[in-house]
Structure formats: C-alpha cells, structure tokens
C-alpha cells in the first residue's frame, strides 16, 4: 500500500525550516555585529524561500515550478538590483577573491559562505536552481528541453574561469591596490559589477542560442560551480528515486534541465549523486509515478552520469 500523502500542514514543514534557518542566520549575525541589516537581509531572502517553497509544495504539479520561478526572481532580482545595484554590493565572484585578498568586504565573503560552500552541505545547488540571478533571466528562454550535453569535455572551462577571475584580481590588486579603491560603492566598483554582469549575460544568452540550451553557461562556463560542486558533494539533501514506483519512462531524464541520468542512480537504489543537480526538482514534477522526491540523508557525491546530446551516457 503506498504510503498516505503529507497534510498541507506537513508539505509546510520544508518551507519552515528554510525560514528558520535564514531568520537565525540574521539573528546571529545582528548579535555579532550589533547592526540590524543583516537580520533584514536574512529575514527577507528566508521569507521569500518559504513562500517559494511553500507554493512548491501546495500549487498542482504541473504549475509547482511557479514557486521556484518565484524565488527566483524574489531573491535574485533582490540581490542584483538593491545589493548590488542601488547598496554597491558586489557579489560577483571577482570581487570574493579581491575581497580575500584586501581584507575588506564581509558581505560577499558572507554570501559566499552561506550560499555556495557550507550552505551546500546541507541544501547542495539549491542556490543555482532557486536564486541565481542569472539563471533567473535565462529560465525565460525558450530552450527549456535540453538537447543533451556536448560530448566534448568542455567543464574544463569552468575552472580555466575561475582561475582566470583569481588571477585577475591578484593582478589587479598587487599592481593597482584595487581592494582599496573599489569597495563601499565607489564609481569604479559599480561599474565593474554593472559590466560584469552584462557580460555575463550576453555570453549566457549567446550560448543558450547556440546551443539551444538555456543552461548551457552552467554547464560548460560559470566558475561559481567550482567551489559549488565541491561541497554540494556532501549534500544532506538530494533526490531519491523509489524503483517500485518507477515504469522507467524516462521522462525524468528527458526533462531535467542538467541532463542527469537520474534513472542510472534509481536502478540502484542510490541517491542522484551528480553535483550537477540543482535541487530545481523538475524531476519531480514530470513524474507521473510520483517515484521521486527530495530526501535527507548522508552519502558522498561526484559519481556524474549524464545524458550525452545523441547518445545514452557516460561519466563525466
Ligand atoms: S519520470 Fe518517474 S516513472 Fe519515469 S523514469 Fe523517471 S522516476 Fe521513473
Ligand atoms: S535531477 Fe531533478 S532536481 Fe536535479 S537538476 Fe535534474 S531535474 Fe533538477
């Protein structure tokens, strides 16, 4: 007998949890700063999650992924436009690695820490999938329907990037003492992050084109993912796949934005294991079977299976 569906109460234990967290975040972070913002920041980015997530959980499967469009826009339209663009706020990777090297600006080193390493032992990707905002402008492209990955190895360039923006900025900052002279919203900084972010989205937009993938500049481009995937390895969450549900249609892996062989890791009653998923849970709402869902627990990931553009899979 399957196994009674979770009350409206209990699909809003998730939702709850993510508020919690990210309002005790800025709860300690106000007590240890003695300033406010950041519990107004936390608070905000919490209370737009839950709301996404708690649409997730309530709306009819085919229009959860609205709940995840939500946040989307709600926490990367929010980090953009009001940090970055209207409080100076750069939260581009370029400025992390300057601000390692200078000494000064906490709040990228802080939003780096929550959401893209020790945030990701616990959530994995969910940053990619739910509050990128530069995968907030690319979901609006028509290329939804993945044709595969490239069969060439072209995730190298992933970390020739952020090797690049590091080594850029230890340039930058030995030749030019550019720590000093672009935080706390001088001229320059902002028109780094301006231009930054333009070029990154041109270069987005111009290989979801090509390529007819609208996720083409996470898979093959963005450095973000280099320190992403090495922790998300260890995710607590990650999706799992009952196969006595499961009809193996296929219509999961046909589907999934990444092009995960999530059928690969069911068979074997393992987690998706790849740290190319990014918990945006489209596996879920195709499934007809209801055989998925997003589950805690501990195992070690970086076992890649994906879907190769014309062929069936291999390890990446
Ligand atoms: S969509 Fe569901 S039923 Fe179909 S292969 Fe995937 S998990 Fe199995
Ligand atoms: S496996 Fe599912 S949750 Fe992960 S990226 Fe693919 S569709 Fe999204």
Same mark, same amino acid.
Request: contains cysteine.
């Given at each position: 007998?399957?196994?009674?569906?979770?009350?409206?109460?209990?699909?809003?234990?998730?939702?709850?949890?993510?508020?919690?967290?990210?309002? $005790?975040? =800025?709860?300690?972070?106000?007590?240890?700063?003695?300033? +406010?913002?950041?519990?107004? /920041? &936390? !608070?905000? *980015?919490?209370?737009?999650?839950?709301?996404?997530?708690?649409?997730?959980?309530?709306?009819?499967?085919?229009?959860?992924?609205?709940?995840?469009?939500?946040?989307?826009?709600?926490?990367?339209?929010?980090?953009?436009?009001?940090?970055?663009?209207?409080?100076?706020?750069?939260?581009?990777?370029?400025?992390?690695?300057?601000?390692?090297?200078?000494?000064? $600006?906490? =709040?990228?080193?802080?939003?780096?820490?929550?959401?893209? +390493?020790?945030?990701?032992? /616990? &959530? !994995?990707? *969910?940053?990619?999938?739910?509050?990128?905002?530069?995968?907030?402008?690319?979901?609006?492209?028509?290329?939804?329907?993945?044709?595969?990955?490239?069969?060439?190895?072209?995730?190298?360039?992933?970390?020739?990037?952020?090797?690049?923006?590091?080594?850029?900025?230890?340039?930058?900052?030995?030749?030019?003492?550019?720590?000093?002279?672009?935080?706390?919203?001088?001229?320059?900084?902002?028109?780094?992050?301006?231009?930054?972010?333009?070029?990154?989205?041109?270069?987005?937009?111009?290989?979801?084109?090509?390529?007819?993938?609208?996720?083409?500049?996470?898979?093959?481009?963005?450095?973000?993912?280099?320190?992403?995937?090495?922790?998300?390895?260890?995710?607590?969450?990650?999706?799992?796949?009952?196969?006595?549900?499961?009809?193996?249609?296929?219509?999961?892996?046909?589907?999934?934005?990444?092009?995960?062989?999530?059928?690969?890791?069911?068979?074997?009653?393992?987690?998706?294991?790849?740290?190319?998923?990014?918990?945006?849970?489209?596996?879920?709402?195709?499934?007809?079977?209801?055989?998925?869902?997003?589950?805690?627990?501990?195992?070690?990931?970086?076992?890649?299976?994906?879907?190769?553009?014309?062929?069936?899979?291999?390890?990446?």
């Amino acid at each position: 007998m399957s196994p009674a569906p979770p009350s409206p109460s209990g699909k809003l234990v998730v939702p709850g949890v993510a508020a919690a967290f990210f309002w $005790g975040l =800025g709860l300690l972070a106000w007590r240890a700063s003695g300033f +406010v913002q950041p519990l107004v /920041l &936390f !608070g905000y *980015l919490g209370t737009v999650l839950a709301i996404g997530l708690g649409l997730y959980a309530l709306l009819p499967r085919k229009k959860r992924q609205w709940g995840r469009r939500f946040t989307l826009v709600g926490v990367g339209g929010f980090l953009l436009v009001f940090l970055g663009i209207m409080q100076s706020e750069n939260l581009q990777i370029e400025w992390l690695f300057l601000a390692l090297l200078s000494g000064l $600006g906490a =709040g990228v080193v802080t939003h780096y820490l929550v959401a893209k +390493v020790v945030g990701p032992l /616990l &959530f !994995g990707r *969910l940053w990619c999938g739910w509050a990128c905002w530069t995968l907030m402008v690319l979901d609006l492209l028509p290329f939804r329907r993945s044709p595969g990955r490239d069969p060439g190895r072209w995730e190298w360039l992933r970390v020739a990037h952020f090797a690049a923006s590091a080594l850029l900025m230890v340039v930058l900052w030995a030749a030019f003492s550019y720590g000093d002279r672009l935080f706390y919203g001088s001229p320059t900084g902002l028109a780094w992050m301006v231009a930054g972010n333009a070029l990154y989205y041109a270069v987005a937009v111009g290989m979801a084109l090509a390529l007819r993938d609208n996720r083409a500049f996470c898979k093959y481009v963005c450095p973000v993912t280099v320190p992403l995937k090495a922790t998300a390895r260890f995710s607590l969450l990650k999706v799992r796949g009952d196969m006595s549900r499961c009809n193996e249609c296929e219509a999961c892996v046909k589907m999934c934005p990444m092009d995960i062989d999530i059928l690969s890791y069911i068979r074997e009653g393992r987690r998706v294991l790849s740290t190319e998923c990014m918990l945006c849970q489209t596996c879920l709402t195709v499934c007809a079977r209801d055989a998925l869902k997003v589950s805690l627990g501990f195992d070690i990931g970086g076992d890649e299976r994906v879907r190769v553009a014309g062929a069936g899979e291999r390890a990446a």
